[in-house]
């Protein structure tokens, strides 16, 4: 099977021999690609965007699956989750063959398992509300055709993710996106550019799925969890913009409605109690830009 990932990079045939500031420059030049390929599958990621919000506005989740640094790309993209926009850490979940502790190590034969793929489904146990999206360079783990073939048995929507055009995952996907980033630096090391690339693409996924249900206004992350210092001051910040106080003041909101950020904002730019901006946020999905819009009219009348 012509894989390009698997094949020599003509342009760093020579980079064992080369000084320390050539080996860097040859390896960036490669990471530039992988930036351009994500670039020219914008439109299939869209399409991925748009089946994980519609699920996510049912209720739905989202599962990522992958081996190897494909697995742990989708796992700590599902960890980043929580803290960012504050979801449950139930809504995106990472797999990777073999289990956590493949994490750190390298199990041997857990990306051919179609036995590990079957335990990690039963263990997902999505519904047809769901999304699975399954991550690898090659595409053609039968781990991952294995879940990809239970989730289209089980009528549950499948992305897969991949940087060879001819993956098997193709054929049980619903949405492909297969960013070609060619030859690695070093033969088949696929966490260099693939890797990047799927980095970037499930930063998109996320991100731009959180921004459609209202997890962001403007660029701020108003359902920031505070679980840190440096996330509390971030808070503090998002409240005194949003709410045009002083950080004082937005400090005391916080405080009184106990860290969270919508909350403190609408108390403090409508004089809300905590239970009627929590009736409201609730009435419009957590949506702040029409709460805003909401109360401005009703004021207006």
């Known amino acids: 099977m012509n894989i390009l990932t698997e094949k020599r990079n003509k342009n760093t045939k020579n980079i064992d021999i080369e000084n320390t500031s050539k080996i860097l420059e040859l390896i960036h030049k490669e990471?530039?690609?992988?930036?351009?390929?994500?670039?020219?599958?914008?439109?299939?990621?869209?399409?991925?965007?748009?089946?994980?919000?519609?699920?996510?506005?049912?209720?739905?989740?989202?599962?990522?699956?992958?081996?190897?640094t494909s697995g742990r790309l989708g796992v700590l993209d599902a960890s980043e989750c929580p803290p960012?926009?504050?979801?449950?850490?139930?809504?995106?979940?990472?797999?990777?063959?073999?289990?956590?502790k493949a994490l750190r190590y390298a199990i041997e034969g857990a990306?051919?398992?179609?036995?590990?793929?079957?335990?990690?489904?039963?263990?997902?146990n999505p519904s047809q509300c769901?999304?699975?999206?399954?991550?690898?360079?090659?595409?053609?783990?039968?781990?991952l055709l294995?879940?990809?073939?239970?989730?289209?048995?089980?009528h549950i929507k499948t992305i897969s993710i991949s940087s060879n055009k001819d993956a098997l995952m193709k054929e049980y996907s619903d949405c492909f996106i297969c960013a070609?980033?060619?030859?690695?630096?070093?033969?088949?090391?696929?966490?260099?550019?693939?890797?990047?690339?799927?980095?970037?693409?499930?930063?998109?996924?996320?991100?731009?799925s959180m921004i459609k249900i209202g997890k962001v206004y403007e660029n701020l992350m108003i359902d920031v969890k505070p679980?840190?210092?440096?996330?509390?001051?971030?808070?503090v910040s998002i409240v005194s913009e949003i709410a045009k106080v002083s950080e004082e003041n937005a400090q005391m909101a916080l405080n009184i409605n106990?860290?969270?950020?919508?909350?403190a904002i609408l108390n403090l730019k409508y004089n809300l109690s905590f239970d009627d901006a929590d009736k409201l946020l609730n009435e419009f999905n957590g949506v702040l830009r029409k709460v805003f819009n909401y109360l401005d009219n009703k004021n207006k009348i």
């Open 130 to 143: 769901d999304t699975i999206c399954a991550i690898s360079a090659s595409g053609n783990a039968k781990y």
């Open 258 to 263: 106990g860290y969270k950020v919508k909350h």
């Open 84 to 100: 960012t926009f504050g979801v449950s850490p139930l809504m995106v979940q990472g797999f990777i063959a073999g289990g956590d």
């Open 227 to 235: 679980t840190n210092i440096k996330l509390k001051k971030r808070a």
């Open 31 to 68: 990471d530039e690609l992988a930036v351009e390929a994500v670039g020219k599958c914008l439109q299939n990621i869209e399409k991925a965007v748009d089946i994980i919000v519609t699920n996510f506005n049912s209720g739905g989740k989202l599962f990522y699956f992958g081996a190897g």
């Open 146 to 154: 294995t879940i990809l073939k239970l989730a289209q048995n089980n």
């Open 180 to 208: 070609q980033t060619g030859e690695e630096a070093i033969t088949g090391s696929t966490r260099m550019k693939a890797g990047t690339a799927q980095k970037l693409i499930l930063n998109m996924l996320t991100t731009a």
């Open 111 to 124: 990306e051919d398992s179609e036995e590990l793929a079957e335990k990690d489904f039963q263990k997902a």
